[in-house]
């Protein structure tokens, strides 16, 4: 085992910041236990169905299983700190992903090698790539039936276009793996005993696998060289290339997103962690690496990325320092909104165990108290040397409900616990409904609103009712048309006076909304543009069809007329949400509705039913192959369908068929769907006054 070093100041060349991503269920929470456990952070191997994991330490990630927030924890090898983050595998959590990966500089892939690449393993890809982050594949569940390394190795270039090379053999498979050769140094380890991997050792290359082993190290050379010029050279001429040169290539290709790395593993039988460990130290860059101005004496830039609400010390900020350092109790410049803001204290996060700290240096991650308005996405620097750094975008909630306190005193309750919760999760929404008075909670889904339901009653202490899950519809428009607002008003004395034109048109599918002015010679006072792009952008959030939200449109002011005395603010304001209707209606308006991209993996005894299952459920069918021994089936298919899935899934397989669901993309309703939910909506689309 690693001797520990406890000191902090760890030279930045030796710091890494890495998170640990898959699909849900790829054994990520397993091994990052395991890691804690070899780097001796941990004394005994904690346990997901026991519930006394470190990183899982909320209740409801015990009690059910999975991750929900990202855990981030401190720890040490080899004379390298490791700053680790354990990403929750499901899709409901895909913010606590994303921003992970904003801040991380390299991280881990778990895949499952008896599954290869699944759905969730492309969306956290597509993340990573996103951000640029290095990474490294660990092909886990070496010890399940099924398990296919190379199988794993192919799916992931197939699936993820992912320069994918082994790094090392598995010896054995399935319940006979026993071991791992390295192929740069052609040295192989077996981990002897039990379970516990207490004798990891080194041996000979088996001799039924040294002519694999020279295929295999041969591919490795030659991609490695393939990404240096001066590497190239000596491997066409036929020279050796020493373990060092190979090595220094690599940790750069991998620092260039230009190969991946692929190690195996069994997390859960403890064997092949410290050869990926090794790899984390050996391949994944230090903020050095990737930072230009990672340097402690510069000024000060930093990123917030979550906001979580403690028990213990209120809310707490994790940022991610860049550049700088950030020392407890000073001040520092929000530049995104422009404020100053305190830090009271400094934490070093292990999990939700903490250790109080000075300051913060360059390339650190740690946890801020006393920081009031800062949210994810903010950036915090010097005032003298005001910064922004690219912030965190997140999708648009897919599902919603209605929640009602039971009593009084939870109603009071209710909002702030709201508050707190939608300034963790930037993908958790909150609004109120103007003609029903509830108060409307959206998400990206079913499981999401439910852990956060469930922390209202547990932490704040609130009792709610709450409404059926509702798909979070959009409106749009789909043909040019012009509206005319007027608004006027005359009761004794000062009236009330607006008028102006609009012409809307649509917008490419997922482009958003625009406004534009064309207003010119004065025929509406500068003054008054504001309040009428306020009207149009009210309009749109309360909606037109049947009261969901306006997406895909372009909206110009052209013209209109003012009175010197009459006009005001409010007045266009309403002229403008009166013209937006009136233009809408002759837009040929319709909904769009989430489209879910659902993978199935069922026995293949099971697999006519479920396909026409989800026939019937309006989907469209996209592939149907064996993976394993398994049949998975890939589906588009509308969320207003899935509603209850778990339960008709588990009835149709005898509960052996499992599936996994994320939002995919945005299509328009059928026409006659659309005519029942306008008339179940009730919604007269009035312009509040």
Not at 189 to 196: A, K, L, S, V, Y
Not at 512 to 540: D, H, L, Q
Not at 600 to 607: C, G
Request: aromatic letters at 6%; one cysteine or more.
């Amino acid at each position: 085992m690693a001797v520990q070093k406890t000191k902090r100041d760890f030279p930045l060349d030796r710091i890494r910041n890495i998170g640990i991503i898959a699909h849900i269920d790829a054994g990520k929470t397993t091994t990052t236990e395991r890691i804690l456990f070899y780097t001796g952070k941990t004394y005994k191997i904690g346990d997901i169905d026991e519930g006394t994991t470190v990183t899982d330490w909320m209740d409801q990630e015990r009690e059910r299983g999975i991750t929900i927030v990202s855990a981030a924890v401190t720890t040490f090898w080899k004379d390298t700190r490791i700053n680790l983050i354990d990403t929750p595998g499901h899709v409901d959590f895909t913010a606590e992903v994303e921003r992970s990966l904003r801040v991380l500089d390299g991280g881990v892939i778990v895949l499952d090698s008896s599954s290869g690449v699944q759905s969730q393993t492309e969306t956290v890809w597509r993340q990573a790539n996103k951000y640029k982050v290095p990474l490294i594949a660990f092909a886990n569940k070496m010890d399940v039936i099924g398990a296919d390394f190379l199988g794993t190795i192919q799916s992931a270039r197939d699936r993820l276009g992912a320069n994918a090379v082994a790094y090392n053999l598995p010896i054995g498979k399935e319940n006979e793996f026993k071991g791992v050769v390295d192929l740069l140094t052609k040295k192989a380890f077996i981990w002897e005993g039990d379970d516990t991997g207490a004798k990891f050792i080194e041996t000979e290359v088996p001799t039924q696998m040294v002519d694999q082993v020279k295929q295999a190290r041969e591919k490795l050379v030659e991609e490695i060289s393939g990404t240096d010029d001066v590497l190239m050279e000596k491997y066409l001429g036929g020279q050796e290339i020493s373990v060092d040169e190979l090595k220094k290539a690599l940790r750069k290709a991998v620092i260039d997103n230009k190969i991946v790395p692929v190690l195996a593993g069994s997390s859960l039988r403890n064997k092949g962690v410290q050869p990926m460990l090794d790899s984390v130290v050996e391949y994944l860059p230090s903020p050095q690496d990737i930072a230009e101005k990672a340097d402690p004496t510069a000024p000060l830039a930093a990123l917030a990325f979550k906001i979580q609400v403690d028990p213990h010390v209120g809310k707490l900020t994790f940022i991610r320092v860049y550049s700088g350092s950030l020392k407890s109790g000073s001040y520092v410049y929000n530049s995104t909104k422009q404020i100053k803001e305190r830090v009271g204290r400094l934490l070093l996060m292990h999990a939700n165990d903490r250790e109080e700290i000075d300051e913060a240096l360059a390339g650190e991650i740690v946890a801020a108290v006393g920081l009031k308005d800062t949210v994810t996405g903010d950036t915090l620097c010097d005032e003298v040397a005001p910064i922004i750094l690219e912030s965190i975008s997140f999708p648009d909630p897919v599902i919603s409900l209605a929640i009602e306190p039971k009593t009084k005193s939870d109603q009071e309750k209710l909002g702030y616990s709201l508050q707190r919760l939608s300034e963790e999760d930037p993908t958790f929404r909150v609004k109120s409904d103007p003609e029903t008075g509830q108060t409307i909670i959206a998400g990206m889904g079913e499981l999401q609103l439910e852990v956060l339901v469930d922390r209202m009653k547990r932490e704040f202490k609130v009792e709610a009712n709450v409404g059926q899950p509702q798909v979070a519809y959009k409106e749009t428009i789909t043909k040019p048309a012009e509206g005319e607002g007027k608004y006027i008003r005359q009761t004794g004395g000062r009236g009330q006076y607006g008028h102006c034109l609009l012409k809307i048109e649509p917008l490419p599918r997922g482009q958003g909304r625009e406004f534009v002015s064309e207003i010119v010679g004065g025929a509406i006072p500068r003054e008054f543009i504001p309040p009428i792009e306020k009207g149009v952008i009210e309009k749109e959030d309360t909606g037109i069809l049947a009261g969901y939200p306006v997406t895909d449109i372009k909206v110009t002011v052209y013209d209109g007329s003012f009175h010197d005395v009459d006009s005001s603010e409010i007045a266009f304001k309403i002229a403008a949400s009166l013209g937006l209707s009136e233009a809408a209606k002759k837009a040929d308006m319709i909904l769009l509705e989430p489209i879910m991209k659902v993978e199935v993996t069922t026995p293949e005894e099971f697999l006519g039913e479920i396909i026409g299952d989800l026939s019937s459920k309006r989907a469209q069918i996209l592939s149907s192959e064996s993976r394993g021994n398994a049949r998975v089936v890939i589906a588009l298919v509308p969320l207003a369908e899935m509603h209850g899935y778990a339960t008709a899934i588990r009835s149709m397989s005898q509960g052996r068929a499992t599936y996994y669901m994320e939002a995919d993309h945005y299509e328009p309703v059928p026409a006659n769907i659309t005519a029942k939910i306008v008339e179940s909506s009730g919604f007269t689309g009035r312009v509040e006054r």
